[in-house]
């Protein structure tokens, strides 16, 4: 999740091999098979990659994850790490739970202090629905033992999901006396702005920002860095070269001629082009409107790669490129349904399983269109790795699409604290150009980047871009426990922008909010 942790193997990428079914392994206390965690309290169970029959989930941070009620038990891990007397460190790390629908708890301890997190599970093992939390601590020791353990004893075959846990110290900046200006670094910051009209900025990492008396204003993220992003995207809007821009997803695609070559040799190829600093995937089609672009800039095509497979596991189709790697949205042939209401387009009687004439099955997709009653239809297929083109020619593939989006200066994914204390604060969760804490993919919800507001009073403000209709508030929204109201922006999936800890009956159309630039 960021950079400088001060713990190995943070997201447990380094552990025991899982089978593909079921693709967890059991573990005990007194287990080494975790690269620098111990096994605490009772059994675990190390989770895989999400498959079709089995008991394992999607990860929040590359493919492995815990659960800390195993088979059977209500456990935990530990790791011990060096520390510094009196030090503050800020723990975060990844929740969710196993997709059982109970509400399940677990703690999080260190140097003597402790807190609790509680987490709805959804049923969805492919959509778990990960948050992340933070919680900090002070050192009393040379060295420390962080503890996660599972609270939840009512079902010890699933418990809580555990992932993407970071330690760093924080860096304290303080206040003097009067009107300041609080800057922080690009690691974990704590700014305390004291007495005074001051304005705290938090730069990038993951920050805490108490203002302390006074009316302050609190920017928990770098505004040049994102300034920069907005920057390189308007850049780019006219660039002048041969991918066509989409100006509904600001993503740029182009076909590539390439006769009958294999999927696998279109997916190396794709990711190796880049066009104005963006990099190249094989096309991923997650919309009706996205599709609709191709039809209209490249009609006069069929059968070219996109960046999908059922390879893996035999009809559960993934989009294996792009942002969207490793999103599962079609399960099943022909008769087979999407994935939580996921965009697909596939031809009437796809997708097959045909053997075909190089003897390998149909696992790989491609963008399609043919001919019907006079007119043109467009829709998906399904073909080998190595097109049959030789024996059946409607199988030829002339190329594959590749699709850059992203931006040049990337912005790593932050949750920031920000405590206004007394006086009239403004939380700034947007400026003129920019929406903060957006990580710029409408199809998540952006669960691990953004700000949490622990003390808004009627007299405080929360800014943000646009306009108060590309906004909608949630009271019902619950981060670890926490009830409150959650600030989404409007997208294809909502985005979560922040999180005002404690609160309802705020109104976007209010002087709760103010609102600048113009989306």
Excluded at 77 to 87: D, H, I, L, R, S
Aim: charged letters at 15%; glycine letters at 12%; proline letters at 5%.
């Amino acid at each position: 999740m960021m950079s400088n942790n001060l713990l190995v193997n943070g997201s447990f990428e380094l552990g025991p091999t899982t089978p593909d079914s079921p693709s967890f392994v059991p573990l005990f206390p007194g287990s080494t098979d975790i690269f620098g965690w111990d096994i605490i309290r009772g059994g675990i169970d190390y989770e895989a990659e999400w498959r079709i029959g089995t008991d394992g989930w999607m990860s929040a941070d590359g493919d492995y994850s815990l659960d800390l009620n195993g088979t059977p038990g209500v456990g935990g891990v530990a790791q011990t790490f060096n520390t510094k007397v009196g030090q503050k460190y800020l723990v975060t790390f990844d929740l969710a739970a196993h997709p059982s629908g109970l509400l399940q708890t677990m703690r999080v301890s260190a140097a003597g202090q402790s807190a609790d997190f509680y987490f709805q599970s959804k049923s969805d093992p492919s959509n778990l629905g990960w948050q992340a939390l933070t919680w900090e601590f002070t050192a009393i020791s040379r060295q420390t033992t962080l503890e996660l353990y599972s609270l939840q004893t009512g079902y010890q075959f699933g418990g809580p999901a555990l992932d993407g846990v970071v330690v760093t110290a924080i860096n304290q900046i303080n206040d003097t006396k009067g009107k300041n200006k609080l800057v922080g670094t690009a690691g974990t910051d704590e700014l305390n702005g004291l007495n005074g009209k001051d304005t705290l900025i938090g730069m990038a990492g993951n920050d805490i920002l108490n203002g302390g008396n006074g009316a302050d204003i609190l920017i928990g993220v770098d505004p040049k860095a994102i300034e920069a992003q907005h920057s390189n995207r308007t850049q780019l809007l006219s660039p002048g070269g041969s991918p066509i821009y989409n100006p509904s997803n600001g993503h740029y695609y182009e076909f590539v001629a390439a006769t009958n070559i294999p999927w696998t040799s279109a997916k190396t190829a794709a990711s190796s082009r880049t066009f104005n600093g963006l990099q190249g995937y094989l096309v991923t089609i997650t919309s009706q409107a996205e599709d609709d672009f191709l039809h209209l800039h490249f009609n006069t095509l069929s059968n070219v790669w996109i960046g999908a497979n059922d390879a893996m596991q035999e009809g559960l189709w993934k989009w294996e490129t792009g942002p969207e790697q490793g999103m599962a949205f079609w399960l099943g042939g022909s008769n087979g349904s999407p994935i939580n209401g996921a965009y697909e387009d596939w031809d009437g009687g796809q997708p097959g399983n045909s053997v075909a004439s190089t003897g390998e099955e149909e696992d790989f997709a491609v963008w399609n269109h043919r001919y019907e009653g006079g007119s043109v239809v467009f829709a998906w297929n399904d073909l080998p790795n190595i097109p049959p083109s030789i024996i059946e020619p409607d199988s030829r593939v002339p190329g594959y699409f590749v699709e850059y989006s992203g931006s040049i200066i990337s912005k790593s994914p932050e949750i920031d604290i920000l405590t206004g204390g007394k006086g009239s604060d403004t939380f700034v969760l947007g400026d003129i150009n920019n929406i903060y804490y957006n990580d710029g993919n409408p199809n998540t919800q952006g669960l691990l980047d953004y700000a949490l507001i622990t003390d808004f009073s009627n007299e405080d403000i929360v800014q943000l871009n646009g306009k108060a209709n590309h906004y909608l508030l949630d009271e019902t929204y619950s981060l670890g426990g926490s009830a409150g109201t959650a600030i989404f922006y409007k997208d294809t999936i909502n985005e979560l922008i922040g999180f005002v800890e404690g609160v309802t009956g705020l109104n976007l159309k209010s002087n709760d909010f103010s609102f600048t630039g113009c989306l």
